[in-house]
C-alpha cells in the first residue's frame, strides 16, 4: 500500500509529525474502508458507502483483497472489501492464506456486486480465449490483489505454473492498460465489477477487447467450490462492438474484524440497507443488489455481530442468524426505505 500519492506523503517525516495531533484526533472516529485500486469498482464502493453513513469516512485504496484480510488480520484496517474466493481462503487458512492459518476473527457483513474474472487483450495478439495464453506475455496482476489469488487458482486447475507464460507481469489495475497499450503484454486479467475505468482503459486507448474465459478448469473450478460461479459480462458496456462474454466469477463481500467494533458495523449496515436506493445509483455494478442475497450470497466468515443486530432487528435473519425459506419480513429487493 506505498504507491498512493497520500500514503507518499506521510513518508514525509516532519510534515506528518507536524500534523499529527490534529488527524490523530480526527482519525479515532474516522471510519477507514480499505478498497483496492482507484481503476477499480472496490474504490467506488468505498465511496458510495462513505457517502451514505452518517459518520466521518474515508475508502482507503491498496494492493487489493489479499492485502486487505491481511490488515485486517493484523489491525490495521477494521472494515474492508475483499472478493468471496479470498474471503474463504482466509477464513479456512487455504491457499495464500495457509501459512497464517485460518482467520477465526473474520467477520462478514455483507455482499455487493459480482466481479467476473477479466481477460482483456490487444486485438492484434491472435488471442480467442484462456487457452491461447500459454507462452505469452500476461499481466496476471499485482501482489495482494484478488485478481492475481483467482489467476492463480485458474493457473492451477489448468495446470500451468507463471513459467507457463512467456512473462507474467504484476503490474497494478491502474497501470496495466499502458502496459497492454504500450504491446509490453498481450493480455491482462482482472476480476472486478464492470464498467471498470482500467478495461475502459485498454479499449479506448488501444481498441483491446474482451474474451470469453471457459473450458474444463472452469468447469471444474464452477463445479467444486461454492464461491465460484459461471458469470457474464453484458455486451455493450464499454463501446457499441464489445461482446458479451461469458466467464466465471466471485462475489465482492465486505468484512470486519470480530473486534470491529459492533456499534460502529451496526450504523454503517443500518446507514447502507436503509439508504440503499441511494447507495445502488452511485455505480451501475450496484444496480441489480438485492438484499437477500447481499446478507448472504459469498459470506463465508460469520456475520458480524454489529451486522446480526441489524438484520435481527429487520426479521431477515432467525435467533440463529440464518436467513429462513420464510423470513418474518423479507429483505424487499428493491428496499422499501429511501433517504
Ligand atoms: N477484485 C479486486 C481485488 O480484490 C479489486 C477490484 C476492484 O477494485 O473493484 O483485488
Known amino acids: 500500500m506505498t504507491r498512493y500519492p497520500l500514503l507518499l506523503a506521510l513518508g514525509l517525516g516532519g510534515l506528518s509529525l507536524f500534523i499529527a495531533p490534529t488527524s490523530d484526533a480526527q482519525d479515532a472516529d ?35 483483497s489479499v492485502a486487505n484480510l491481511r490488515a485486517l488480520r493484523n489491525g490495521e484496517l477494521g472494515i474492508a472489501l475483499a472478493q468471496s474466493d479470498i474471503h474463504y481462503y482466509a477464513f479456512s487458512g487455504t491457499e495464500g492464506f495457509q501459512e497464517a492459518g485460518p482467520d477465526s476473527r473474520l467477520r462478514s457483513l455483507f455482499s455487493l456486486h459480482g466481479e467476473p474474472f477479466t481477460l482483456v487483450v490487444r486485438r492484434d495478439a491472435g ?29 492451477d486447475a489448468r495446470g500451468w505454473s507463471l513459467g507457463s507464460f512467456r512473462l507474467a507481469n504484476d503490474l497494478p489495475a491502474e497501470q496495466q492498460a ?11 486479467v482482472y476480476t472486478v465489477g464492470h464498467p471498470n475505468e482500467s478495461v475502459a482503459q485498454a479499449i479506448r486507448l488501444c481498441d483491446a477487447t474482451l474474451v470469453d474465459v471457459e473450458g474444463p478448469a472452469v468447469d471444474m473450478l464452477v463445479e467444486a467450490y461454492p464461491f465460484f460461479s459461471r458469470a457474464s459480462i ?14 466465471f466469477g466471485v462475489r465482492a463481500t465486505l468484512v470486519a474484524s470480530a473486534d470491529t467494533d459492533p456499534d460502529r458495523v451496526y450504523r454503517l449496515v443500518a446507514d447502507v ?22 446478507i448472504q450470497a459469498g459470506l ?40
Open 234 to 247: 453484458p455486451g455493450g458496456l464499454y463501446g457499441e462492438d464489445q461482446p458479451a462474454i461469458r466467464t
Open 300 to 339: 463465508s466468515a460469520p456475520l458480524h455481530e454489529g451486522a446480526l443486530r441489524y438484520y435481527r432487528e429487520q426479521g431477515w435473519v432467525d435467533e440463529s442468524g440464518r436467513v429462513p425459506d420464510r423470513p418474518a419480513s423479507r429483505p424487499a429487493d428493491s428496499a422499501t426505505t429511501t433517504p
Open 127 to 155: 488471442i480467442q480465449g484462456l487457452d491461447d495464453l500459454e507462452e505469452r506475455a500476461v499481466n496476471i496482476g499485482n501482489p495482494g490483489s484478488g485478481q492475481r489469488g483467482t489467476m492463480l487458482r485458474l493457473m
Open 273 to 294: 440497507f436503509d439508504n440503499l436506493l441511494r447507495f445502488k445509483a452511485y455505480h451501475p455494478a450496484f444496480g441489480t443488489l438485492k438484499p437477500r442475497e447481499m
Open 178 to 188: 499502458m502496459e497492454l497499450c504500450h504491446g509490453k503484454v498481450d493480455a491482462m
Open 30 to 64: 474516522e471510519l477507514v474502508i480499505g478498497t483496492a485500486s482507484p481503476a477499480g469498482v472496490y474504490h467506488q464502493a468505498g465511496r458510495a458507502i462513505c457517502r451514505v453513513v452518517e459518520a466521518p469516512c474515508r475508502p482507503e485504496p491498496g494492493d487489493g
